[in-house]
C-alpha cells in the first residue's frame, strides 16, 4: 500500500469508527463502505462517483455521505466534481449530512473549499469536518 | 420409502456423495486427488453474488453462521455397511465442515439430519429430484420485501441482523425494504383496493437507483408522481407490455422540456424514440435489414470476453437498452412477417 492510500484507509477508518459511535443503537441504520469491516458490497455510485461511506436509515429518513480527503487529493478537481456531486444528491434527500475527514492541519482549508462549492440549494445539506490527527 | 428419523450425526462420519451431479460433473473433468479444496470448488462454496436471486454458498455460509446452525436438515442414508453418505445437503455438509477446520466459534461436529436406512437407487434420484428440479416453491419479490419489512418495522429486528440472516448481502435488503416501504407510502394511496397491483413493485426497485431517484426528484417532481405514473401505464414497449426496467431511462428522458413533456403524455418509449435517435453513418442508413441482422449476430457472437464483463458489471450502461430495444424490435418484426405469411 503507498502512503498515500494508507494515510486515505486511516482516515476512512477514522470516519467509520465516528459514524459507529454516533450512530450506535440506531436499529434502521446501514452502512455501507469501501472497507472490509462492511462486506464486499461498495456505496452505491452519486454522480458517477462512489463515495467512501454512505450511511441512511431503513425507511430513508436520512442519509450521510462520509468522503476522506488527503492533502494531495483534496484540491483537486476532480475532488471538487465530487464533492459537488454530493451535495446536489443529499440536497434532494433533506435531512441529509456531507462529512469530510481530513488531517488534522487541513481542516481549515477544506472549509474554505467546502464554502466555495455550496450553492443555494445546498443550504439545507448539513456539512462537518472531521479533522483526525 | 421410509419416512427417516431426524438425529443429530458428527459430520465427520459423513461421506460427501460423489454421485451427487453438481459433485459428479466437476470430478469427471478431473484428474488426481479429490481433496476438500476440489469438492468446495465442485460445490462452488466460494461462488460470489447472486445476480437473480437465488441463495449463492456465500449467503448460505453467512447465513448459517447468523444462525448458528441450518434450520433444514440434511439428507444421510446408511447403507448395508453402514456408510453414511449425504444425499442431500453436500454444500450445507461441507460448510459445517470447513467452520470446523477453521475453528469458527460453535458446534459445527454435529449436522441436523434426517437418516434413512439402506435406500434404493431410485429412492436417492426421488429425493434429489424432489431437492432439486420441484424444490421448495420460492416467495415472489413483493412478498419477500413484506417480509422484511414487517421484521424491521414491526419486529423491531435490527437491520444487521436481518442482513446476517439473509447471507450479509445489505443492498438487497436494504433496497427491498425501501421499494415495499415507497410503494405502501406512494403508490397505495393512489389506489382502490382492487388496483393495487404487486407486480408494480420491481418499478420501485427500479427508482431506488439513485440516478432515477435523482433525476425525478431534480426535476421536480416527487414519489406520488412517479407511483401515479406506474397507475397510467407510462412504462410500457413497443408491444404495449409493461416494461418497467424502461424506468432506468428516466434520467435521460426527465431532463429535457421536449422529452419530459413527451413522456408525460404518452409514455416512456415515445419519450425515447426522440431523446435517443441514433447518429448512424451513411454505412448503417444505407444497409438492409437483413444485412444489419447478419451483422448484429456477428457482433453478438464474437463479442470480446473483455467487453461481456464490461456490460456484465455496468448493468446503467446504454448498450443494455439498445440491445433489448433490437431484440424487441426484431421480435416485433418476426411476428408481423409471420402474420403476414
Not at chain 2, 66 to 73: A, D, K, L, S, Y
Not at chain 2, 164 to 190: H, K, W
Request: proline share 5%; aromatic share 8%.
Amino acid at each position: 500500500m503507498s502512503g498515500e492510500s494508507a494515510r486515505h484507509r486511516f482516515l476512512v477508518e477514522r470516519l467509520l469508527d465516528t459514524v459507529e459511535i454516533r450512530h450506535q443503537g440506531v436499529r434502521s441504520v446501514v452502512i455501507f463502505a469501501d472497507h472490509h469491516r462492511f462486506g464486499s458490497q461498495l456505496p452505491p455510485t452519486i454522480g458517477d462517483f462512489t463515495p467512501d461511506v454512505l450511511v441512511t436509515t431503513v425507511p430513508a429518513t436520512f442519509r450521510l455521505i462520509g468522503e476522506a480527503k488527503t492533502r494531495d487529493d483534496i484540491e483537486t478537481e476532480r475532488s471538487q466534481r465530487q464533492l459537488t456531486a454530493f451535495l446536489d444528491h443529499l440536497s434532494l434527500h433533506p435531512p441529509s449530512s456531507l462529512w469530510l475527514a481530513v488531517p488534522f492541519d487541513l481542516a481549515p482549508r477544506a472549509r474554505v473549499l467546502i464554502r466555495s462549492m455550496r450553492r443555494v440549494e445546498h443550504k439545507d445539506v448539513n456539512v462537518e469536518i472531521l479533522p483526525f490527527v | 420409502m421410509s419416512a427417516g428419523k431426524l438425529t443429530f450425526l458428527p459430520i465427520a462420519d459423513i461421506e460427501l456423495d460423489r454421485t451427487n451431479p453438481r459433485i459428479r460433473r466437476f470430478l469427471e473433468n478431473y484428474e488426481g486427488e479429490i481433496t476438500n479444496d476440489r469438492i468446495a470448488l465442485a460445490l462452488d462454496v466460494a461462488g460470489g453474488d447472486d445476480k437473480d436471486g437465488t441463495t449463492t454458498p456465500a449467503k448460505l455460509k453467512n447465513s448459517i453462521l447468523t444462525n448458528r446452525g441450518i434450520t433444514q436438515p440434511i439428507v444421510v442414508n446408511k447403507d448395508t455397511a453402514g456408510r453414511l453418505t449425504c444425499i442431500e445437503g453436500n454444500t450445507r455438509l461441507y460448510i459445517y465442515r470447513s467452520f470446523v477446520e477453521e475453528e469458527v466459534e460453535g458446534d459445527w461436529k454435529m449436522i441436523p439430519a434426517l437418516l434413512h436406512e439402506e435406500l434404493g437407487p431410485s429412492e436417492v434420484d426421488a429425493i434429489r429430484l424432489q431437492a432439486h428440479l420441484v424444490g421448495p416453491r420460492p416467495w415472489d419479490a413483493y412478498s419477500k420485501a413484506k417480509y422484511l419489512w414487517e421484521l424491521q418495522y414491526h419486529e423491531l429486528m435490527p437491520l444487521e441482523k436481518i442482513i446476517a440472516f439473509c447471507g450479509g448481502n445489505r443492498r438487497d435488503v436494504t433496497q427491498a425494504i425501501q421499494a415495499y416501504s415507497d410503494m405502501e407510502s406512494y403508490y397505495r394511496p393512489l389506489c382502490e383496493a382492487d388496483e393495487f397491483d404487486t407486480e408494480n413493485y420491481s418499478g420501485f426497485v427500479e427508482v431506488q437507483n439513485t440516478k432515477v431517484k435523482d433525476a425525478i426528484l431534480r426535476a421536480g417532481f416527487t414519489l406520488t408522481d412517479f407511483a401515479q405514473w406506474l397507475r397510467d401505464g407510462k412504462f410500457k414497449n413497443r408491444t404495449g407490455n409493461r416494461s418497467l426496467q424502461h424506468i432506468r431511462q428516466l434520467p435521460q428522458v426527465l431532463p429535457n422540456k421536449t422529452t419530459r413533456d413527451l413522456f408525460l403524455k404518452k409514455g416512456i418509449k415515445a419519450a425515447l424514440d426522440v431523446a435517443d435517435k441514433p447518429d448512424l453513418g451513411s454505412g448503417l442508413k444505407n444497409a438492409t435489414i437483413g444485412q444489419l441482422a447478419r451483422a448484429i449476430t456477428e457482433a453478438a457472437n464474437s463479442i470480446p470476453l473483455e467487453e461481456l464483463r464490461r456490460l456484465q458489471e455496468h448493468p446503467e450502461d446504454e448498450a443494455h437498452r439498445y440491445i433489448e430495444d433490437a431484440m424487441e424490435a426484431l421480435q416485433y418484426l418476426t411476428k408481423q412477417i409471420q402474420s403476414g405469411a
